[in-house]
């Protein structure tokens, strides 16, 4: 079985700044997808970037970029130019690309506070 | 374009009550799930359909059952509700498991 593990329960960031958040995940799959995930306060769960396993390049999202190191099993998520909106609780999520087998498997989530 | 469409929102049951937590999508997606999210913990998957007539467990199925009878509607239902089944509950549509959208959550507190 698939785990995700986010190691960093709570981070911080000023305004403007650049933070990371980290995830490692375990898996014996070769093929996979795995995703970062923002929750604000209201609770909905928001698409941030998408990456796949087979792609070595990095995936970016205007602000959002992760560092993918397939080897080590990390996926960071890298946020520039932190704005006050980015305050959430963000999840790292692994999926298998399997067919038919669109299980998310989850980390625990780190709460990204911005410091005005 | 509704996306995918939870409700109720918000509910509260007493132990050994019934109830179905309904989901619904409007675009035509083939995969659909069931979340739950407690504190300090990410998203569990209850069940899953990856189409009409076709379900399966996820990691936490016990009391809940599930159906698809149809490719927009993933009813999930508590058949006899307890204490542990208190959290928030997401659905989630894909056409491909690539996008997954989530709906925006049903609260739902046992008493």
């Known amino acids: 079985a698939q785990t995700v593990t986010q190691s960093q329960p709570e981070m911080s960031v000023q305004e403007a700044e650049t933070v990371t958040l980290s995830c490692t995940y375990d898996?014996?799959?070769?093929?996979?997808?795995l995703f970062w995930y923002k929750q604000p306060p209201s609770r909905q769960m928001i698409l941030v970037i998408r990456?796949?396993?087979?792609?070595?390049q990095n995936a970016t999202e205007n602000r959002f970029s992760v560092n993918f190191q397939k080897a080590a099993k990390s996926f960071s998520l890298k946020i520039s130019d932190s704005q006050l909106g980015d305050a959430a609780m963000y999840f790292c999520?692994?999926?298998?690309?399997?067919?038919?087998?669109?299980?998310?498997?989850f980390g625990t989530g780190t709460r990204l506070t911005i410091i005005p | 374009n509704a996306g995918v469409t939870q409700t109720p929102k918000f509910q509260v049951l007493k132990t050994g009550q019934s109830m179905t937590l309904q989901c619904a999508q409007d675009?035509?997606?083939?995969?659909m799930s069931w979340y739950r999210q407690d504190p300090g913990m990410g998203l569990r998957l209850i069940h899953y359909?990856?189409?009409?007539?076709?379900?399966d467990q996820g990691e936490v199925p016990n009391g809940y059952n599930v159906s698809r009878s149809t490719t927009e509607d993933f009813p999930l239902r508590l058949l006899s509700a307890a204490p542990s089944q208190t959290s928030v509950y997401f659905c989630?549509?894909?056409?491909?498991?690539?996008?997954?959208?989530f709906g925006e959550g049903s609260w739902l507190t046992v008493v």
């Open positions: 898996t014996s799959e070769s093929d996979y997808y």
């Open positions: 675009m035509n997606h083939e995969y």
């Open positions: 989630a549509s894909s056409r491909d498991g690539n996008t997954i959208y």
């Open positions: 990456q796949e396993a087979y792609k070595q």
């Open positions: 999520a692994y999926r298998s690309a399997n067919f038919g087998n669109e299980k998310l498997t």
């Open positions: 359909s990856v189409g009409a007539g076709i379900t």
